[in-house]
């Protein structure tokens, strides 16, 4: 059941990135048509906008692939986290060039203003950009909604911990598009009504310092990811649920988890079991356990359940310098 609802998820964040390419294609096309037609740097920006938004769908649909290798001697816990690492490149090339380029074309406007001409051209592209990217945004919110769902949280809440950057990578980029078509339509209209060049060019400033928190903002999501965090703490908490219950189990010690990928997580957790417990209950109550949180959490792949008593698991923390009461109140910290 987890392996077919690894592929659902898979298939889910290729239609998103899909949608996103083939609309950013279309509209870099268009961009740069205007721009070259009208002189507009604002629309130039945008055109660059687009193609690096292009590119970078193409990164990420090959950062699935990358991700999808099965597991080796080399990785054992298979290629997961190298999405994380696409993620981290595709917000690195929104600031370098998407937002690089457009404060430095803005820039050179504001120095050396010229008058846009045929404003209208720029207006209908900009009007048709707006439904392109809305549309867009809408396949990839409506991801987000089925996750929504699932976990039952809220559609923002879902979005900031969301651990596929194939689905929050275009929802900031595709949100940042609509901001930037929306400062943009406003700058040209402003620059032709009251004949002042030199508006195009601050315009183009700020869509450039748009696309440069939508980077920071996505840098930070992929690098907390990267450096392995937790999973849903829902996950934890319903395992924790299902130790209690067991009666040869005196105390759940502790439970880790660690994303390997957005639908790869690796499960540990450490349990006093009763003294005079036989190991054939032990290997049964694990086995149970383990059915039963992959069948709940698709997303689980691995879990190790380690059989320690209490007292002997807090002086394992202790000897390598941890408080395992700290690590939780931590846990909630980093997902902040």
């Known amino acids: 059941m987890w392996a077919i609802a690894a592929i ?3 298939h889910a964040s290729k239609r998103t990135l899909y949608a996103a390419l083939a609309a950013n294609a279309g509209i870099a096309i268009a961009k740069f048509c205007g721009a070259a037609y009208t002189g ?12 690096v938004d292009t590119g970078n769908q193409v990164l990420l649909l090959y950062g699935i692939k990358d991700a999808s290798r099965p597991a080796d001697a080399s990785h054992p816990f298979g290629y997961g986290l190298r999405l994380y690492f696409w993620g981290f490149v ?3 090339a929104v600031f370098a060039l998407g937002s690089g380029v457009a404060i430095y074309e803005g820039a ?16 209908v592209i900009l009007l048709v950009a707006i439904a392109l990217e809305g549309s867009s945004l809408g396949v990839a919110l409506g991801e987000v909604r089925t996750e929504a769902k699932r976990r039952g949280l809220g559609m923002w809440e879902t979005i900031r911990t969301h651990r596929d950057p194939t689905i929050f990578a275009v929802v ?15 700058g040209i209209g ?10 195009d060019g601050w315009t ?4 450039g310092v748009i696309l440069a928190i939508t980077a920071l903002s996505l840098a930070r999501r992929c690098y907390v990811l990267m450096t392995g965090q937790s999973a849903d703490p829902a996950i934890e908490e319903r395992l924790r649920e299902i130790l209690a219950r067991v009666k040869s189990i005196e105390q759940v010690n502790e439970v880790r988890t660690m994303h390997f990928g957005p639908s790869e997580v690796l499960v540990l957790a450490s349990a006093d079991f009763v003294d005079d417990t036989l190991a054939g209950t032990v290997e049964r109550i694990v086995s149970d356990v383990e059915d039963g949180i992959r069948e709940e959490f698709p997303e689980v792949r691995r879990v ?10 807090r002086e394992a923390l202790e000897d390598i310098g941890e408080d395992v009461d700290a690590l939780e109140r931590e846990g909630d910290e980093e997902e902040d």
């Open 8 to 10: 659902m998820s898979a």
């Open 204 to 207: 183009s400033i700020a869509i």
């Open 304 to 313: 190790y359940i380690e059989a320690q008593s209490t007292m002997r698991h």
């Open 40 to 51: 507009s740097s604002a629309m130039a920006s945008e055109g660059i906008h687009s193609l």
């Open 108 to 123: 050179e406007k504001v120095v050396h203003p010229t008058a846009i001409q045929s404003a209208w051209v720029n207006i």
């Open 190 to 199: 402003l620059a032709v009504l009251l004949d002042m060049p030199v508006i």
């Open 172 to 186: 900031y980029e595709e949100t940042a598009a609509l901001a930037g078509l929306g400062a943009a339509l406003v």
């Open 90 to 92: 595709v917000a690195m």
